[in-house]
T-cell receptor
């Protein structure tokens, strides 16, 4: 089956700096890659996603890049704000299954 | 639209007691998932339904866990008897999906189970 690895497990940045979280996957059949933000005690919320026929997608301060050859995808947050502090999960979708990374705890220091 | 609705939000039970969780998916979503999320980890799939059929329950501990999705809409997940290690957040999610694609995948708020 698919194996999704996520790094780093924790990330601390200064407000206004950029944050990058990286994930790798193992199965080339995976074709959809969402990113979720989960605040303490709340449900995971989809923040951005990318499909395998696209290399990059941007939504305001958030962007995701996908390298199908290398089987990795990354989340980029620019101009970070304290409200960006949360746990972020990547996932790979493969034949009706989602495989989640282990999460990155992002702390944005004011 | 109400989104994926789960109840209860919190549950505290003593070990060896039974417990049940309920999920109402988004209207029209054919696929329903139950996940378990341990503290500091990503969600792990327990069972996936396509309409009323459980098509993937390979990760469900069948000695104590059971689930059903009667009429292909609402679903319940049951644990009997509960163990201390079952303490976690149980998330339900639903989507409109086929073999190769997925739309509208949404999580519910989850049920936080504490077994004491």
């Amino acid at each position: 089956g698919e194996n999704v690895e996520q790094h780093p497990s924790t990330l601390s940045v200064q407000e206004g700096d950029s944050a990058v979280i990286k994930c790798t996957y193992s199965d080339s059949a995976s074709n959809y890659f969402p990113w979720y933000k989960q605040e303490l005690g709340k449900r995971p919320q989809l923040i951005i996603d990318i499909r395998s026929n696209v290399g990059e997608k941007k939504d305001q301060r958030i962007a995701v890049t996908l390298n199908k050859t290398a089987k990795h995808f990354s989340l980029h947050i620019t101009e970070t704000q304290p409200e960006d502090s949360a746990v972020y999960f990547c996932a790979a979708f493969n034949f009706n299954k989602f495989y989640f990374g282990s999460g990155t705890k992002l702390n944005v220091k004011p | 639209e109400a989104g994926v609705v789960q109840s209860p939000r919190y549950k505290i039970i003593e070990k060896k007691q039974p417990v049940a969780f309920w999920c109402n998916p988004i209207s029209g979503h054919n696929t329903l998932y139950w996940y378990r999320q341990n503290l500091g980890q990503g969600p792990e799939l327990l069972i996936r339904y396509e309409n009323e059929e459980a098509v993937d329950d390979s990760q469900l501990p069948k000695d104590r866990f059971s689930a059903e999705r009667l009429k292909g809409v609402d679903s319940t997940l049951k644990i009997q008897p509960a163990e201390l290690g079952d303490s976690a957040v149980y998330l339900c999610a639903s989507s409109l999906s086929g073999d190769r694609d997925n739309y509208g995948y949404t999580f519910g708020s989850g049920t936080r189970l504490t077994v004491v």
